[in-house]
Every structure is written in C-alpha cells, then in structure tokens.
C-alpha cells in the first residue's frame, strides 16, 4: 500500500519571496509521483510529475520539484510566488502495479501576502 | 477536450436515502476513481476501477458501492445515507499508465449535504 503525507498543513508566505512544500511517500513498490493544485472554487490541475529519468521537474507557473529516492520526498518549489500562486497543493503517489490507483496527501494551503 | 461529468453539481438528502452519484468520462480510459475531499484531509480513494466490472476498495470504502457496467460510466453508490458522508465527491479517469501525456481527468465534483 502507499501512502502520502504533507508535512505542512499551511504555509503563508510574501509575494516574490521562495516558497517549497514538502511531501513524503511510503510505498512497497517503485512509484510515480504528482502534484495538483486547486485554485479556488476550481478544479484539480496536474502541476508536474515524475515518471522516471531526471530526478529535478519541472511543471507549470515556474514550479519544480525534486523527487528524492532515499528520502522518500517529492518537494515542490518555487523562487519567487505571485499573488496568483495561492492556491491547495496536493502531492500524489501511483504505484506501478494494482491498476495504477493514485493516493493523495491532505493538502497544503499555500497563502501568498502583499 | 476529455471530459468527465458527473451528473449534479449540489444534492441534498436525507438520512437514509439510497443515492446515486453518476460519472461519465468520454476518452475511452481504463481506470476510473471516486474519491471524497474534505477540508484538512485532502483527497481520500473511495473506490477505483481498472475495468468494466471491475473494482477495487480504496482507503475508505465503508458505506459506499460501486457499480461499472460499461467503460465510461462509474456510479457511487450511498447505499443509506448518513451525515458523516456529507462531503465534496470527485470523480476522475486516466488511461492505466502514465506518460508524459498522461494524467487524472477530474469532473467538476459533486457537493452532497445528508441532513
């Protein structure tokens, strides 16, 4: 079984200040990794993932993330966030096996100030 | 564009009822999920489907069914009803692996209050 845990439940943050939001995974078998965010009253987006190769992604709106084998971590990050970034991510995990079923992390509120 | 619609965007129902939450999803995709996202507990599996008439439990399938008869519908089913099932139910399919093309096509979800 997988599972996902983000360790920030809310993170504030200034405009144009870096931000990263962290993820952990657990997982018996090799897995793909994701992020989503929800912008709101929106729906889920694919921000990036990571499949295999390079172990640095990048994504839309100038994220990237790292996924890190040995320390079962996926963080996303971004060097300088906009207004516009505030938003829910949610970092995902697919196994290879058992139809590919995707778990989700609880979410991370991120909130952007002037 | 994929779509995947689910049949009502707000429901209110009582304590007991049997309730039928309908999706369909027009790109032909194998798997099929309904998850629940509540605030501060994110996006929980109910249950996935990787075929027709197939299904799998997800991490929380108490009190929830599910029904595949054909490959681009998937129905969740309440089978009574209870408050703690109030919640934001979503809908979502993708093709059973990932390339770079490849994601989770989510519907707009469904609001259901149980009073």
């Known amino acids: 079984a997988q599972s996902v845990t983000q360790l920030d439940s809310q993170v504030p943050v200034f405009e144009e200040a870096p931000v990263e939001l962290r993820c952990n995974y657990s997982?018996?078998?090799?897995?793909?990794l994701f992020w989503y965010v929800q912008y709101p009253n929106q729906g889920l987006q694919l921000l990036l993932k990571y499949l295999s190769g390079s172990t640095l992604v990048k994504g839309i709106n100038g994220f990237e993330a790292e996924f890190n084998k040995s320390q079962t971590s996926f963080h996303l990050r971004k060097p300088s966030v906009h207004i516009s970034d505030t938003a829910e991510y949610f970092c995902a995990v697919s196994a290879h096996t058992g139809g590919f079923k995707t778990i989700f992390g609880a979410g991370t509120r991120l909130f952007v100030k002037a | 564009d994929v779509k995947v619609t689910q049949s009502s965007r707000y429901l209110v129902k009582r304590t007991g009822e049997k309730v039928f939450l309908e999706c369909v999803q027009d790109m032909d995709h194998e798997n099929m999920f309904w998850y629940r996202q509540d605030p501060g507990l994110g996006l929980r599996l109910i249950y996935f489907s990787y075929d027709v008439k197939m299904k799998e439990k997800g991490d929380i399938p108490e009190g929830y069914s599910v029904s595949r008869e054909k490959k681009e519908r998937f129905s969740l089913i309440l089978e009574s009803a209870s408050t703690n099932q109030t919640s934001m139910y979503l809908c979502?399919?993708?093709?059973?692996?990932?390339?770079?093309?490849?994601?989770?096509?989510f519907g707009s979800g469904t609001q259901l209050s149980v009073l």
């Open positions: 979502a399919s993708s093709f059973p692996h990932w390339d770079t093309n490849e994601k989770l096509f």
């Open positions: 997982s018996s078998v090799s897995v793909y």
